[in-house]
Each structure stands twice: as structure tokens, then as C-alpha cells.
């Protein structure tokens, strides 16, 4: 589509938002630009690709799907107390499995309904940008197991971390979700998505957007592909 990418990539956003006399958000504005000249779409989306972020064994096939916090979280545990060598060690782990992580941001996820999850991103590229976009780095390491890691070393004073994330691969799972029911939100996203590379721009927190599947586990059935980085 030449059309587009020529209009896209002649379009200096900061200029022709100083021309509105109305404060809008940008990534409004640029759909809303966008749409005056090709208008809106007509064909509505039956699904969607998103893509999970995550670092786990390289042994991991996902035959149970992607699961969300309170189903994964005892496997995660077994898989940090299997990593240890040291008797010891794996004795701290259980321990903190089976009574307190003293780690807040740990304690403020599980057995929370609202960090269940799963999650994914609908920009692949943007797993490789966390920096510029604000995100976590998921492909380093996943929330959960540096809260872990983290409540290990609030206990101990000794540092697993680093041990840890080298043990893991980083890993993008790509999905399809048929719930594609916020099409103007995607987009948006996607517009801002496309102005940033036809225009050679960093991608921003404009240019991605998430997925939460609330609770529910993604079925193997849903996943397209199981990409280990570095293979």
C-alpha cells in the first residue's frame, strides 16, 4: 500500500498537532488524521495474534497451554527449588513457598485475581524495546521469579538471581485469541504502530498494547508457534 506508507511517512505528527486549537491525545489525533483520509475500516477482525513474553526451561512445550499465575505458580516453584544444587538452598525456597516471600511486590500478586494474567503483547518487536516503550523486560526475566528471587535475597542476603535467569531461556509464544471485540483501541494502536517505522521512530507506549486473559488459561490449541530465542 504506497498510498500509506508515502502518507505516513510524510506526516510530522508535532507539527499538525500544533495546528489543533483542542489538547487530544496523539495516538488520537494521528488515527483521527489517518482515517480523514483513507476512512475508517470496514471489515471487522475474527481474531487476533498476540504474543507471551516469558524465560522457562528450554524443555518446556506449553502442552498444557499458557497458564495463568495460581495454576503456574507451583510449577515455577518446583522448577527455582529443581535449579539449586545446594541442599540448603532448596530448603530456603520451600520454605518460603510453603510460608512467607518477603517480597511486596510478590505478596501483591498471588492470590490476586487482577495479576492472574496470562499476558502478551500484540507488537512483537516491542519485546526487544522494553526500554523505550516502559515495559518489563519479560524475555529477561518474568515478574514473578525475580519477586521470588528477590524475597530469596531479602531472607538470606545471598543473591540467586543471576543464577537463576541463566538456567532459563527467553521465550515468545504466539497465540490467537478470537475475542478481537476492542478493534477502534487495536487500531489505534496499530496506526501508531506503522507511523513510527514508516518514519524510522522509536517505538513508544502509543506504538503496543497488552493482552490479559483474566484468569483464563490459553489453550493449546490457540498457540501458532513456540519461538526459543537464540536457537
Known sequence: MPDVEHFLSALDLDAEYEKRNQPVPGDEYLTELFQRRFGKSIQNWNSVYWFHLTKVPADVDFTEGILPLRLSLPKLWKTLISL??????????EKLRDTRVPNFQYNLKVG??????PYAMLVKESAFQSNAIGNHDY??????VED?????????????????????????????????????????????????????EELCFFSNTCFDAKGRTIPLSAIRRIEFLGE
Not at 544444587?85 to 530456603?92: H, L, Q, S, V
Not at 490476586?112 to 494474567?117: K, L, M, P, Q
Request: with cysteine; proline share 5%; net charge negative.
Open 84 to 93: 539449586q544444587y545446594d541442599p540448603r538452598k532448596r530448603a530456603i525456597l
Open 112 to 117: 490476586r485475581s487482577f495479576a492472574d494474567g
Open 139 to 144: 524475555l529477561r526475566t518474568p515478574e514473578i
Open 148 to 200: 521470588i528471587c528477590n524475597g530469596y535475597e531479602q531472607e538470606t542476603g545471598e543473591r540467586m538471581l543471576d543464577e537463576v535467569l541463566e538456567a532459563l531461556k527467553p521465550c515468545i509464544v504466539k497465540f490467537e485469541d478470537y475475542d478481537a471485540d476492542d478493534q477502534p483501541h487495536l487500531m489505534k494502536v496499530l496506526i501508531h504502530y506503522c507511523w513510527s517505522k514508516c518514519r524510522s
